[in-house]
């Protein structure tokens, strides 16, 4: 089946710093990948959607010049948080959609902690 | 985008069946209803898709009325290891983005 992996799976950052995130769909081409996030006990929420080639599509309330994603080819997104604050630890998930069809996969997570 | 409504949680004990039914009463013509399996600290896992009437794979079924208002995942003989969370979504094809609602917190009990 159609694998999607993230990497790294957890990070630990200084708050004032940036962190990178990527996420990569291993053995098909995705046209669109989205991004969450999920707090504890929550569900995920969806950040902002991406296609590649063009900019990416942000939820309301979410912030793009402190969530910047770019999705440069057809199995790589990256999110980079800056200026990362305590309050953006959280669980961070990627899903990828294979290009016309309704399968969407989900990568493993990453594990962001902002000291 | 159709807002999908489940109970916030469940409980079962091993060797039965469960049943979670997810309402989705603004579901479009050409939405498809999806269900996924969340453990803790991973990525959701696609469990089971479809459009309508009856749909079976090897972990479970997809019971989906002639309205399309609602679907019913059925969880044959669970185990320990169903325990997680349940998410109903429905959503379009291609770039159409996929909405989380509460989810289904499912405990099994031995």
């Known amino acids: 089946g159609a694998v999607v992996s993230q990497h790294p799976s957890r990070v630990i950052c200084k708050s004032g710093t940036s962190v990178k995130i990527e996420c990569r769909s291993l053995d098909f081409q995705a046209t669109t990948m989205f991004w969450y996030r999920q707090f504890p006990k929550q569900s995920l929420m969806l950040m902002a959607t991406?296609?590649?080639?063009?900019?990416?599509?942000?939820e309301q309330g979410v912030e793009k010049d402190k969530f910047l994603i770019n999705h440069a080819s057809l199995t790589l997104s990256t999110l980079t948080v800056t200026s990362a604050h305590p309050e953006d630890s959280s669980f961070y998930i990627c899903?990828?959609?294979?290009?016309?069809?309704?399968?969407?996969?989900f990568g493993p997570g990453t594990r962001l902690t902002v000291t | 985008l159709a807002k999908t409504t489940q109970p916030i949680s469940m409980d079962s004990y091993e060797g039965q069946e469960v049943n979670i039914t997810c309402s989705h009463n603004n579901i479009a013509t050409n939405d498809y209803i999806t269900w996924y399996q969340q453990f803790p600290s991973q990525g959701p896992r696609f469990i089971i898709q479809g459009y309508k009437t009856k749909v079976t794979n090897e972990v479970a079924s997809l019971f989906i009325p002639a309205d399309r208002k609602s679907s019913t995942l059925s969880l044959p003989r669970v185990s320990l290891s169903d325990t997680a969370v349940y998410y109903c979504l429905v959503g379009g094809y291609n770039t159409d983005k996929l909405i989380f609602g509460t989810g289904t917190r499912l405990q099994v009990f031995p």
């Open positions: 991406s296609n590649e080639g063009s900019k990416a599509t942000y």
């Open positions: 899903s990828a959609r294979l290009a016309a069809s309704y399968e969407q996969y």
